[in-house]
């Protein structure tokens, strides 16, 4: 069964903090994403990474980094954290090089930036 | 890139009765369709999808259709349950997924 799981359910920070958001997946997925979900907007993918030290933005990259040095583990990095930031973030993996394949997602990271 | 677009944003039905959501994209070359469920505070998991070369896919209550021409594609639930009620979201994808926004899909028992 695949499990992806991330560091926090929810955080709470002040503007301007360095905030990283961990995912972890057991499955030996190539490619791992992560999501920000928004009322009335559905999921938007922010970076996602195909290999280890390999990345890709997403549709809505601006504000965020990622790092990806082992397989397993995918890192959404807010440099300084504003209040637009406030959301649901999901991390997701899949197996598949083509990327048109199953996403199984992690719980969720409720960040509240104040 | 991509263009999802989802109706409707809430869809309220009686036990039994059936739920119809439906899709639209923008870029004719995507060719994979899935659809995933979010119960409230879950994650959202896979429960459908279709690939290009299919029009129709069934599986069990659920069902999806695919018009390419058209560039639309839709999610059919009969004979609804209470634990239908979820989110459920579109996607379309060529090289990465693009989501729809959503719909609240709420069963009257």
């Known amino acids: 069964d695949v499990k992806v799981t991330q560091s926090s359910r929810y955080l709470v920070k002040r503007t301007g903090e360095k905030v990283f958001l961990e995912c972890v997946q057991d499955?030996?997925?190539?490619?791992m994403f992560w999501y920000r979900q928004d009322p009335g907007l559905g999921l938007r993918l922010i970076y996602f990474s195909y290999d280890v030290k390999m990345k890709e933005k997403g549709d809505i990259p601006e504000g965020y980094s990622v790092s990806r040095e082992k397989k397993e583990r995918f890192s959404l990095i807010l440099e300084s954290a504003s209040t637009n930031q406030t959301s649901m973030y999901l991390c997701a993996s899949s197996f598949s090089t083509g990327l048109t394949d199953t996403q199984y997602f992690g719980p969720g990271t409720r960040l509240t930036v104040l | 890139g991509e263009n999802v677009e989802q109706h409707p944003s809430t869809l309220s039905v009686q036990e039994g009765d059936s739920a119809v959501i439906k899709c639209t994209y923008s870029d004719s070359a995507s060719n994979y369709f899935p659809w995933y469920k979010q119960e409230l505070g879950k994650r959202p998991q896979l429960i459908i999808d279709i690939r290009s070369n299919v029009g129709e896919k069934k599986d069990q209550r659920i069902a999806v259709t695919l018009n390419k021409t058209a560039k639309h594609f839709s999610l059919h639930i009969t004979e609804t349950q209470p634990e239908d009620s979820a989110v459920y979201f579109c996607a379309a994808s060529k090289y990465k997924l693009s989501f729809g926004a959503g719909t609240t899909v709420t069963v009257r028992a």
């Open positions: 499955m030996d997925h190539e490619n």
